[in-house]
């Protein structure tokens, strides 16, 4: 079965520095992840996903993610984080028709 | 949000209850998709409806039965339940292009149900 895993539960940056959240993955075959973001009393807003091409993958909000293949990571990226970035942050793998999620990290912006 | 909507947002009920869960979608998708988000446990996939056929029932008990009538519509209905199946129910949609699975899911903002 296809799994992430997300090694932190909170992340604490100020705002203005880049922002990082990690997550792992395990998978058999190609792998398709994805980051979502969950605002409090919110769904899950949809960021960015690999699926194949550029390891580098830009998304919503100024967010990106870097596929790392030999370290099977899919790390969330954003170079100047801002408060409202604060929120819950899912990293999730496609198998077959399910979404397989994260625990989830919550990342706190500082001002 | 407005791709996906949820109703009721709130619910409050009893455990001899009945009660619906109704979710839209407006983004011309194929595929629609159950979720229950509990406190400190990862999203867990109730149901997966593909071209209004039930594709998929992860072990989910019988107190909550799925209903699609439509490519558009999604319906959650609720009895007996448990004060355990309180939580964010979650509803979500994809084109489902018959090329693995590959698309992305658009969720709604969800019903925030407890029991009582």
């Known amino acids: 079965a296809q799994s992430v895993a997300q ?4 992340v604490n940056v100020a705002e203005g520095n880049p922002l990082t959240v990690k997550c792992t993955y395990s998978v058999s075959g190609n792998p398709y992840l ?4 969950q605002y409090p009393n919110r ?4 960021l960015l996903k690999y699926i194949t091409g550029d390891n580098l993958v830009k998304g ?3 967010f990106e993610a870097e596929f790392n293949k030999s370290q099977t990571s899919f790390h969330l990226k954003k170079p100047s984080a801002l408060v409202s970035d604060s929120a819950l942050y899912f990293c999730a793998v496609r198998d077959v028709y399910k979404l397989s999620f994260g625990a989830g990290t919550t990342v706190t912006v500082r001002a | 949000e407005t791709g996906v909507t949820q109703t009721p947002r709130h619910l409050v009920m009893g455990m001899t209850n009945k009660k619906s869960l109704k979710c839209e979608q407006h983004l011309g998708h194929n595929a629609m998709y159950w979720y229950k988000q509990s406190a400190k446990k990862p999203l867990e996939l109730m149901f997966v409806y593909s071209l209004e056929e039930r594709v998929e029932n992860n072990s989910v008990p019988s107190r909550f039965s799925p209903e699609c009538p439509n490519s558009s ?3 959650l209905h609720l009895h007996t339940l448990q004060p355990e199946d309180s939580a964010l129910y979650l509803c979500a949609s994809s084109q489902d292009r018959g090329t693995g699975w590959q698309e992305t ?3 709604g903002p969800g019903t925030r149900l407890l029991v009582l």
């Open chain 1, 60 to 62: 919503s909000y100024g």
């Open chain 2, 105 to 107: 899911q658009y969720f």
């Open chain 1, 34 to 37: 994805f980051w979502y973001v």
């Open chain 1, 7 to 10: 090694p932190e539960d909170q």
């Open chain 1, 43 to 46: 769904g899950l807003q949809f």
């Open chain 2, 73 to 75: 519509h999604l319906f």
